[in-house]
């Protein structure tokens, strides 16, 4: 039982067209376009059933993720979901807010900044951010909850949802907001966004061709620094660092283009957790002091799910071996954690099964070797295929 994994259904499996409770009108022409739209939830068994919460996220399976305004997040399928007809959209609880719009700077202090906005906001308010990491994006605010950055909204260029602190965000009218001007650059920190403002042509003391890649004017992040000596993430030897000491004044800081997701930001790892995605920056040579040459598949720079882990030492999913552990420990400095690629859908994370339901799909992800203890011969071989089956 152990070898199975609870999955969705393959896109060519099909699914029964939603039915639409209480006599509610599906307007939407597809799944993809009820993102951001308000939704009621249909299911009597459900926490949330009579609330309104937000679309937030389309699965590949059809499935939406719907955010709350006390920050809890649950995944229905469409046919819970009640969609306004077009006479109701734009309704409370999403309407804008009727209320005057306030800035930071109409209180005395970011605590009752804070307490305004918890008291105009409803899910399905619209905001613009004005500063931070998200500055410029306008979004739809889902909610909050008492964790920090404690703002939950969908961002409109992001793409997706993200958390940001309140001083970040205002109630938006439409105002454009003001660029802030580049900052001056005298040393590179660890984990921020640089661009280089010095044109294209190799300056004259460069003292590396490795260094190149920076020359292309686009935001760079830094893997590592100590001050002017700084290696990044996507140079092609992202662990060698270069002197960029006598060039300092040609960075100016940056944010992350929208394509990184500022929650996928990488995050130093001191061990491998079961379930949990990650991603190798050490470059595609294997290292000298690696192990085993089956470990070889993680070289690719890619994220890999970890299936079973010790710590330092784990199985991954899409490993050759997917059964066989692999000790990481004296490389762990080499992995940043990662999130799911796009291709792997959120809420069909692999899930550990003790029994087989009828009606559900569950994936094989043993060998395709039959055990020794199968007791089905032949007749049971179909599922070593490893695709989902029901």
Same mark, same amino acid.
């Given at each position: ?16 067209? !939603? ?33 309104? %919460?937000?679309? =937030? ?37 999403? =309407?804008?807010?009727?209320? &005057? ?123 590592? &620094?100590? %001050? ?9 030897? !992202? ?19 929208? &394509? ?5 930001? #990488? ?7 079961? %379930? ?7 470059? #595609? ?17 890619? !994220? ?62 043993? &060998? ?23």
């Amino acid at each position: 039982m152990d070898k199975f994994v609870q999955v969705s259904g393959p896109d060519s499996a099909a699914k029964p067209n !939603p039915k639409w409770s209480n006599g509610m009108k599906a307007l939407i022409p597809s799944f993809e376009a009820l993102r951001g739209q308000s939704a009621g939830i249909s299911d009597g068994m459900r926490q949330h059933c009579g609330e309104v %919460g937000v679309v =937030a996220e389309i699965g590949s399976s059809g499935r939406c993720r719907v955010s709350f305004s006390d920050g809890s997040q649950f995944w229905y399928d469409p046919d819970r979901l009640l969609v306004p007809e077009e006479s109701e959209k734009g309704t409370a609880p999403m =309407a804008k807010a009727s209320v &005057s719009r306030k800035t930071l700077k109409d209180f005395p202090s970011e605590k009752e900044y804070e307490a305004y906005l918890k008291a105009v906001l409803k899910t399905g308010t619209k905001l613009v951010a004005v500063s931070g990491d998200r500055k410029g994006d306008r979004g739809t605010y889902l909610g909050t909850n008492s964790f920090q950055p404690p703002c939950h909204v969908q961002w409109e260029k992001l793409g997706k949802a993200y958390w940001v602190h309140w001083r970040d965000v205002e109630l938006d009218d439409g105002t454009p907001v003001q660029e802030d001007a580049p900052k001056p650059v005298t040393k590179l920190e660890s984990g921020q966004w640089y661009r280089w403002t010095g044109g294209p042509e190799r300056p004259g003391n460069w003292n590396n061709e490795g260094m190149d890649f920076v020359l292309d004017g686009k935001p760079h992040q830094v893997k590592e &620094s100590s %001050g002017q000596n700084a290696s990044f993430f996507d140079s092609p030897k !992202p662990d060698s660092k270069w002197y960029f000491g006598h060039v300092m004044d040609k960075f100016v800081q940056v944010s992350g283009p929208d &394509s990184a997701a500022k929650e996928d930001a #990488p995050k130093p790892v001191t061990k491998l957790e079961s %379930g949990q995605w990650y991603r190798w920056t050490g470059g #595609p040579e294997r290292p000298g002091n690696w192990n085993n040459e089956g470990m070889d598949f993680v070289l690719d720079g890619k !994220p890999h799910q970890v299936k079973e882990s010790s710590g330092q030492n784990a199985s991954f999913f899409d490993s050759p071996k997917p059964d066989s552990k692999w000790y990481f420990g004296h490389v762990m400095d080499k992995f940043v954690q990662a999130s799911a690629p796009e291709s792997a859908a959120k809420e069909d994370a692999p899930k550990r099964v003790t029994k087989l339901e009828s009606g559900q799909w569950y994936r094989w992800t043993g &060998s395709t070797t039959r055990p020794g203890g199968w007791n089905g011969e032949g007749k049971m071989d179909f599922l070593l295929d490893g695709k989902p089956h029901q």
